[in-house]
């Protein structure tokens, strides 16, 4: 059953079942005189059609009335809908242009991503049966992203919804081009996944993406620090009332996880010995498990970048070890 959640006279937020850990994401929906704008869509399940049939009949909103829907970024809890919803609806669907290729990347037809994750992995020291495990388990998340839409880039600075004007925010990080909305009149940001309120944002190195998506993403939350926002409307968890506070916790939470990450490496480790190090009190999904290995390497990156670790290619594995210069001054 859906929960619909009314922010202000134009603004709803709707809860749309997931089978993940966080159970729901929340998609927004926003009136126009005549219209609706609806932000991210949820994962193509039996669950999450209801949930969008439900809303429409609450709201009693025709499938006629939806003018456009937006997606912030191209990961299926919020792209995969968008295809049966635009079909529903005959409304455009609109995302930015760096993950339109993303998602043709990630889900097309002739989609090579499973398989080089599995590549990638495996480079990273994760056993054969896991990484092969990952791989069929990012085949099947295809399945839930069906019918793929017809995409349209957002355009460059503002879009229009719910009688308003919102500032589009490129935030690249959780993905490379995951964009957020601002409202200055009412102090409003659809932040997305960029900021949520208990948990860390995912921010992981895949293949065919950014070189260092932590320092980006580093950057992104610096970026929306810089907004006056009385409100950011997350799509996981509670509102955020304090957002430049919660941003600080993040930044600090992943500098902490890069100075533990460092100390590991003393005598040279590949990224999956550090997630098994990091996560090992957990018991993990495969699901979970490709997204730990994958934010590690994201964060060993970001060291080695930063010229704080070493990364070697050993002939079979990358292996990363502390700076000479560090471990003599130990």
Not at 22 to 30: D, E, N
Not at 100 to 125: C, K, Y
Request: proline share 5%; hydrophobic share 40%; charged share 25%.
């Amino acid at each position: 059953m859906a929960a619909i959640q009314q922010i202000d006279e134009t603004i709803y937020r709707a809860a749309i079942p997931v089978p993940f850990p966080m159970k729901y994401v929340y998609c927004y929906l926003l009136q126009e005189q005549d219209s609706w704008t609806i932000v991210d869509t949820g994962l193509k399940t039996d669950e999450a059609i209801a949930a969008w049939e439900k809303i429409f009949s609450e709201l009693n909103i025709r499938d006629q009335d939806v003018r456009s829907i937006i997606l912030t970024h191209f990961h299926p809890d919020h792209f995969g809908m968008s295809g049966w919803l635009q079909k529903k609806t005959g409304a455009p669907v609109y995302m930015s242009e760096i993950d339109i290729e993303m998602a043709d990347r990630a889900w097309g037809t002739e989609s090579q991503q499973p398989n080089r994750v599995r590549e990638m992995f495996l480079q990273h020291g994760t056993p054969g049966e896991l990484a092969e495990a990952i791989e069929h388990n990012m085949k099947r998340l295809a399945s839930k992203v069906r019918p793929l839409p017809k995409l349209t880039p957002l355009p460059s600075s503002t879009v229009e919804m719910g009688r308003s004007q919102w500032e589009i925010i490129e935030v690249p990080g959780h993905t490379d081009g995951i964009v957020c909305f601002y409202e200055k009149r009412k102090q409003y940001a659809l932040i997305s996944d960029h900021v949520l309120d208990k948990i860390t944002p995912n921010i992981s190195l895949w293949p065919g993406c950014a070189e260092n998506p932590l320092r980006n993403y580093m950057r992104s939350l610096e970026r929306v620090q810089s907004l006056e926002v009385k409100t950011a409307l997350t799509a996981h968890g509670e509102l955020i009332m304090n957002l430049s506070e919660r941003a600080d916790q993040i930044i600090s939470h992943h500098e902490k996880r890069l100075s533990k990450i460092e100390e590991a490496l003393r005598d040279g480790q590949s990224a999956y010995d550090i997630a098994v190090s990091l996560f090992h009190t957990r018991s993990l999904s495969t699901h979970q498990w490709r997204f730990a290995i994958a934010e590690v390497i994201a964060h060993l990156e970001y060291l080695a970048q930063e010229q704080r670790v070493e990364k070697e290619w050993n002939g079979q594995l990358f292996m990363y070890k502390k700076q000479k210069s560090a471990l003599s001054a130990n």
